[in-house]
């Protein structure tokens, strides 16, 4: 991010660009992507040229390539075969003409996975120095992650908080705004010891479960003997039901994934929960995104800005290099490799 920004002259006539070369019917695969050469666009008035310098892999992209985009509504999101992929991306202003952005300047946009992008002035968002210290953490899940503990669960002081898939990009963030907003303890489930590890001894999580290491709901038990009040989910099936068996009258849970469908075949699949658990004991199931609350995007900016001054949150990233290495990033992100965000530098 630090190098100098380049000056028209000095543009390439070609640059690199990931496809989606078919979609995956099972597993998702380096296979299913092919790495393209193509010209370089040019910018007209209104538009933006930006050179790519860091773009984000998340797990939503797999659902966005499934072999059956009809059964999803958002069809501006989908992936296509033959087409480049998209996700969010920073990089540097080349070229602006016609719009206030100047060369140099850093911008934040969606058309991640190829070195040089074409953005619309509206869809390029300014960074600028009084927002986030380091501009990789632009690309992170953080503002899904403050949703969900601020305005899903309303997590408030004393409350016992379980984050599922808490050492993806999400949980990684989730767990901590948590605590920064009063929570007493915080308890998170992942895929192995190894994160689960990370998760209390780097991140502050109180205890954690391990998917495959027993029962969720025996598991959960333990480490809450008391029960929850707040649920932040990123996976559903058994993890969701394991929460509500454990909830406390009262409870909040705030939806903001659903990795358990999202990364099989059938992004689409149920969960079956009892209604009557719910109005009985008076539980809040609360489905929230970020584009329905863009409102609170500054507040979010803030916060998390002076938490990372501060060093009382981290934000736990990978980084590979080369924007050949995206699929790669993708597919080890699926199979849960790594711990936190998945940032590739192009």
Not at 25 to 52: I, K, S, Y
Not at 121 to 150: C, K, T
Not at 156 to 169: C, E, L, M, N
Request: with cysteine; glycine share 12%; hydrophobic share 45%.
């Amino acid at each position: 991010m630090s190098q100098p920004a380049p000056v028209p002259g000095s543009v390439p006539a070609t640059h690199r660009q990931v496809l989606l070369a078919d979609r995956p019917r099972t597993t998702l695969t380096t296979d299913h992507f092919e790495v393209v050469t193509a010209p370089v666009p040019e910018p007209g008035p209104g538009q933006v040229l930006v050179r790519n310098r860091l773009m984000n892999v998340a797990a939503v992209m797999r659902p966005l390539t499934l072999a059956d985009p009809d059964s999803f509504e958002l069809s501006q999101l989908l992936q296509r075969p033959g087409d480049p992929m998209h996700g969010p991306a920073v990089g540097e202003v080349v070229a602006a003409p016609g719009t206030d952005l100047a060369p140099g300047e850093l911008v934040r946009h969606r058309l991640g996975w190829r070195e040089y992008a074409l953005v619309e002035a509206a869809e390029a968002e300014r960074l600028g120095p009084e927002g986030l210290p380091d501009p990789a953490a632009y690309l992170s899940q953080g503002f899904a992650s403050w949703l969900g503990v601020v305005r899903g669960a309303e997590v408030r002081a004393g409350d016992t908080v379980f984050v599922t898939g808490a050492a993806g990009g999400v949980g990684t963030l989730a767990g901590q705004f948590a605590r920064l907003h009063g929570a007493a303890r915080v308890i998170g489930s992942t895929g192995s010891r190894r994160k689960a590890d990370y998760l209390v001894e780097e991140l502050g999580y109180d205890a954690a479960v391990v998917r495959g290491a027993g029962p969720i709901e025996a598991q959960l038990r333990e480490a809450a003997p008391d029960g929850i009040d707040v649920l932040f989910d990123n996976v559903g099936g058994e993890q969701l039901l394991a929460a509500l068996a454990v909830a406390r009258r009262g409870a909040r849970f705030a939806l903001v994934g659903a990795l358990s469908a999202q990364l099989t075949g059938d992004a689409m699949a149920t969960t079956a929960i009892s209604t009557f658990a719910l109005i009985a004991r008076g539980i809040t199931l609360r489905g929230i995104a970020a584009y329905d609350h863009m409102d609170a995007y500054p507040e979010y900016v803030r916060e998390f800005g002076r938490a990372l001054r501060e060093g009382t949150m981290a934000y736990p990233h990978t980084r590979l290099r080369g924007v050949e290495q995206a699929p790669r990033a993708l597919c080890e992100l699926v199979e849960g490799r790594h711990v936190g965000a998945v940032l590739v530098e192009l």
